[in-house]
């Protein structure tokens, strides 16, 4: 069965300094990883997504995030955080096989403080 | 473009009453998902669809019933409802024809079970 963790409940960076949020998996097969972000009382927005081909994945808003096969991660990165990048963050993976579904970590809240 | 859509946003129910939550997307997406989303839990997967007529189970089914009846429209339906399917509830929907397109989630429903 395919699964994602994300070991972080929060992580707290200031305002110019680098980011990242942690992701790993558990697939059988060939993932599909992806990154989304919730603002309050907001539903889930895409950020960015790895299919296959280069390990660094540039997305939205100045995020990227690095697939690292060997160690089943998908982390999520950006140079410079902004305090308008606070919010929540999911990782999800989805196995290359018909029928199977899109399955979410339970969120990392991000905070950026100026 | 409507995108995803979800009625009610919000509903307050007694113990034991019933209800349907409505989605609907209007971009010819074949794969149609439920999620609930409690505080720290990150999002569990209900039920998902992979076309009309079509339907299974996710990670947590009970209490739960959904219908596929159409491409547009996958409802979800709460017989007796319990103070346990207080939460969050958001529908999602995916392109089929590969396993790496992203999903697009509608607003969410805020669930109260009293």
């Known amino acids: 069965a395919q699964s994602v963790a994300q070991p972080e409940d929060q992580v707290n960076v200031a305002e110019g300094n680098p980011l990242t949020v942690k992701c790993t998996y558990s697939?059988?097969?060939?993932?599909?990883l992806f990154w989304y972000v919730q603002y309050p009382n907001r539903g889930l927005q895409f950020l960015l997504k790895?299919?296959?081909?280069?390990?660094l994945v540039k997305g939205s808003y100045g995020f990227e995030a690095e697939f690292n096969k060997s160690q089943t991660s998908f982390h999520l990165k950006k140079p410079s955080a902004l305090v308008s990048d606070s919010a929540l963050y999911f990782c999800?993976?989805?196995?290359?096989?018909?029928?199977?579904?899109?399955?979410f970590g339970k969120g990392t809240t991000l905070s950026v403080s100026s | 473009n409507a995108g995803v859509t979800q009625t009610p946003k919000f509903r307050i129910l007694k113990i034991g009453q019933s209800m349907t939550l409505q989605c609907a997307q209007d971009?010819?997406?074949?794969?149609m998902y439920w999620y609930r989303q409690d505080p720290g839990m990150g999002l569990k997967l209900i039920y998902y669809?992979?076309?009309?007529?079509?339907?299974d189970k996710g990670e947590v089914p009970n209490g739960y019933n959904v219908s596929r009846s159409t491409t547009e429209d996958f409802p979800l339906r709460l017989e007796l409802a319990a103070p346990s399917q207080t939460s969050v509830y958001f529908c999602?929907?995916?392109?089929?024809?590969?396993?790496?397109?992203?999903?697009?989630f509608g607003q969410g429903t805020r669930l109260t079970v009293v």
């Open positions: 999602a929907s995916s392109y089929s024809a590969s396993m790496n397109t992203e999903a697009f």
């Open positions: 697939v059988s097969g060939n993932p599909y």
């Open positions: 790895y299919i296959t081909g280069d390990n």
């Open positions: 999800a993976v989805r196995e290359n096989q018909a029928g199977t579904a899109l399955i």
């Open positions: 971009m010819n997406h074949n794969y």
């Open positions: 669809s992979v076309g009309a007529g079509i339907t």
